[in-house]
């Protein structure tokens, strides 16, 4: 084109690509050249683009948009995720190199390909939120919302992280919940609730009556020869109604942005095809322009509009904050915001700028205004490096006795509970219970005093229970005492085979039967009926646990009707009353004093135990024993 004809300059082109080479020869060829999208930091060196101007803007320059934000809330780190397709890449870059020149730190700048899986997007999330809470997301509108679900999972947020996502051009002023978060995926809640920690950050969009007819005239003269381009039919909508590109605003302004910048060459009398004089007189330009007021900075390229807009209850995106361009002598400037940084880059052109803060900002849980804020580190750092271990001994000293004392607790409890458990299962087993047909009977041959051994026949086998009771008529024979309460009875051949054999010849002091191979002494209770109640049980057990040399045994109790009795062990010479009054035992002091020893070892066993009292006094060979019948009845 530049061979073959007569070029003044070059308009485009839009992508920044294509624009590096274009703007490289312009140089090269000394003619002037304005992109209308080309954003890539690489532009900002004039050394090298020497003729070129931007209507679009840098991205550097949204940088230091966000660094005024920063310096606000008072945050000097932030870690930044973005696409590498076309915009997104640039402005990622320029954000980085900006915020590294005025040393804010960027621990994490990665660019991913393509459409990442979720996957992918968890770990970039992960890696972030070890070096920053606050992230930048310079992504596409499918990517942002899944980003953000992702960091929901995450727990990322709840009020500790702030993500700023970055569009280049909005619709509208208000930015619905269509353009941001809501979809038809089920998870809308979710996605809602992520975006509350979200500030959203665009070049502001310009709006208006005028901005949609120039749009829907754009549309029209597209169809028209030469270009014949025919823009695709929305639904309800005619062919009257449909719009063009919204960058073609940009487009006008560079056409419009030329004719000034020369105008402007020609009135100071210089060669109009000088691209180096044609770029200089760009500089300072201040015209309103159909992409909003344009204001050209010292290197030649634009200042845009910015805003920041934060999600309200109903889920749209509302303005909070503004950097607006105006025009000289406007009372919406202030000279405040022309502090030393902007002075460096903006010079005098800083005094067409203002940035506003239009309200609070809003942060997860409803909390609202700038205290709120959550710091871009942690109190102790992400590592806890600014909270070094503290001395714990003392704390550990009392975790480990509190440990040994829970433990010791716990142990005695299981003990204790492993001990009743115990006792209730021994309780409910009643090893004292015995079956009336378990005990062998003895049959008694006469009344009177008798010896076993002399037996009757027909008599053996007999298991009616008078063969137990007393016989008031019985006279023992031990010598002339008397043992009232005692009756003789004689023991079957069978009863011999049984271990009655070695009581021949001997008296018989009580009821007697064979339990087991040992005699036992039976005495009857005087009941029809016995309520085995848990006070019961726990007293026959307690007797049966009773041992002791001087404690006669408590074999077990008969509890079903019509036989109820108690089972103990036999006495082979009867209770005291009967060794007292038996003339054949001689009586001497030695005696005496061995029976009070016995007597006494056995009460105190017994005043000690758990039982507390005593019986009858019985006598068991030359040992003296107690019966502690008399307990429980």
Request: glycine share 8%; aromatic share 10%.
């Amino acid at each position: 084109m530049y061979m073959n004809n007569d070029v003044d300059m070059f308009i485009g082109p839009g992508c920044s690509t294509a624009a590096e080479m274009v703007a490289q020869l312009a140089s090269f060829w000394n003619i002037p050249i304005i992109s209308w999208v080309a954003t890539d930091p690489i532009f900002n060196d004039k050394s090298v683009y020497t003729t070129m101007g931007r209507t679009l803007g840098s991205f550097s320059k949204l940088a230091m948009f966000l660094m005024d934000v920063y310096q606000y809330y008072g945050w000097k780190r932030v870690a930044i995720i973005s696409s590498n397709w076309l915009l997104w890449d640039d402005a990622a870059r320029a954000i980085a190199l900006t915020f590294k020149e005025y040393n804010v730190s960027v621990p994490l700048h990665i660019a991913y390909r393509g459409t990442p899986s979720k996957r992918k997007m968890r770990r970039l999330l992960i890696e972030s939120k070890t070096v920053s809470r606050i992230v930048m997301l310079i992504v596409p509108k499918q990517d942002r919302r899944n980003f953000m679900l992702q960091a929901y999972n995450l727990e990322m947020t709840k009020g500790d992280y702030v993500f700023y996502t970055i569009e280049m051009l909005p619709e509208d002023d208000i930015i619905d919940a269509t353009q941001m978060w809501y979809s038809n995926d089920g998870n809308n809640e979710k996605a809602k609730q992520a975006f509350e920690c979200v500030f959203h950050v665009s070049l502001a969009a310009k709006t208006g009556p005028d901005i949609d007819a120039f749009r829907v005239d754009i549309a029209n003269r597209m169809r028209r020869p030469p270009w014949q381009e025919f823009l695709p039919l929305a639904k309800g909508l005619d062919m009257m109604n449909i719009y063009g590109d919204r960058y073609a605003a940009f487009l006008h302004d560079t056409v419009l942005l030329y004719a000034t910048a020369l105008n402007r060459t020609i009135a100071k009398g210089q060669n109009p095809r000088d691209g180096t004089e044609v770029a200089k007189n760009m500089r300072g330009i201040f015209l309103s322009g159909m992409s909003g007021n344009l204001l050209m900075d010292k290197a030649g390229d634009r200042e845009p509009d910015y805003w920041i807009t934060d999600m309200r209850a109903d889920g749209s995106f509302r303005k909070i904050a503004e950097l607006t361009n105006v025009e000289e002598g406007s009372a919406m400037i202030e000279e405040s915001n022309c502090n030393e940084r902007k002075l460096q880059t903006l010079g005098e052109l800083c005094k067409y700028q203002v940035y506003r803060q239009l309200e609070e900002p809003h942060w997860p849980g409803g909390f609202v205004g700038q205290k709120y804020a959550p710091p871009d580190v942690p109190v102790c750092g992400f590592k806890m490096e600014f909270c070094p271990p503290k001395d714990h001994t003392v704390m550990i000293l009392i975790g480990v006795v509190s440990s040994s004392v829970f433990v010791a607790v716990c142990i005695i409890f299981g003990v204790y509970m492993y001990r009743r458990a115990k006792f209730e299962s021994t309780v409910l087993l009643m090893s004292w219970r015995i079956s009336w047909e378990d005990i062998e009977k003895v049959t008694k041959t006469r009344k009177g005093p008798a010896s076993v051994g002399s037996t009757s026949e027909g008599s053996v086998g007999s298991d009616t229970r008078s063969r137990f009771l007393k016989d008031p008529g019985s006279q023992p024979s031990i010598g002339k005492a008397s043992t009232s309460g005692c009756s003789t009875f004689a023991g079957s051949n069978s009863i011999g085979k049984s271990g009655l054999g070695d009581l021949k010849g001997q008296q018989v002091f009580t009821m007697v039967g064979m339990f087991r191979g040992k005699m036992v002494a039976i005495k009857h209770i005087n009941k029809q009926h016995i309520n085995v109640s848990r006070q019961v049980l726990m007293e026959f057990n307690d007797m049966k646990d009773v041992i002791h040399d001087n404690l006669n045994v408590f074999v077990g109790a008969v509890v079903d009707p019509p036989n109820i009795c108690l089972v103990w062990g036999y006495c082979k010479k009867g209770s005291l009353v009967d060794i007292i009054e038996n003339d054949d035992i001689k009586l001497d002091s030695v005696f005496k004093y061995s029976l009070l020893m016995d007597l006494t070892a056995g009460m105190d066993c017994l005043h000690k135990g758990h039982l507390g009292s005593h019986g009858n006094l019985k006598v068991r060979e030359n040992s003296a024993k107690f019966s502690t019948s008399g307990t429980c009845h």
